[in-house]
């Protein structure tokens, strides 16, 4: 995957909290990440979501409550998130991880605007 390399700070600990829709993620650098199951679903890096290229990426909407049913370690690079609305597609490196734990402030903001500038909902109607 891009931007790994030996110097890539990966994950000690993944936790999984059904109730609380959180997906924690310590990291080797001492990072810690708690992020919102809706978080990574709407920012899976899936074609599906992303699309092909810029400005192909799919808004995805009514993904308040999807929750995680798997996690599927992928080599020793990143992880598949089975989500429970049936999406599976991504595969979340751990560059990819840490940089949505980075930046989940300014992406989620980017996310509401998005929705809301499309009239769209966080529910599923």
């Given at each position: 995957m891009a931007g790994l390399t030996p110097d890539t700070p990966w994950p000690t600990e993944i936790t999984l909290h059904q109730a609380s829709r959180r997906l924690d993620v310590a990291f080797s650098d001492g990072q810690?990440?708690?992020?919102?199951?809706?978080?990574?679903?709407?920012y899976s890096p899936s074609a599906e979501v992303r699309g092909h290229g810029p400005g192909?990426?799919?808004?995805?909407?009514?993904?308040?409550?999807?929750?995680?049913?798997?996690?599927?370690?992928?080599?020793?690079y990143a992880v598949q998130?089975?989500?429970?609305d049936g999406h599976n597609t991504g595969i979340y490196s751990w560059d990819y991880?840490?940089?949505?734990?980075?930046?989940q402030e300014e992406y989620w903001a980017r996310y509401l605007n998005r929705l809301e500038s499309a009239g769209a909902s966080r529910d599923t109607h």
């Open positions: 810690q990440y708690q992020l919102p199951i809706e978080y990574l679903r709407v192909q990426e799919t808004l995805q909407t009514g993904k308040r409550l999807v929750g995680i049913s798997e996690i599927v370690p992928v080599g020793n998130l089975h989500f429970s991880l840490k940089e949505l734990g980075e930046n």
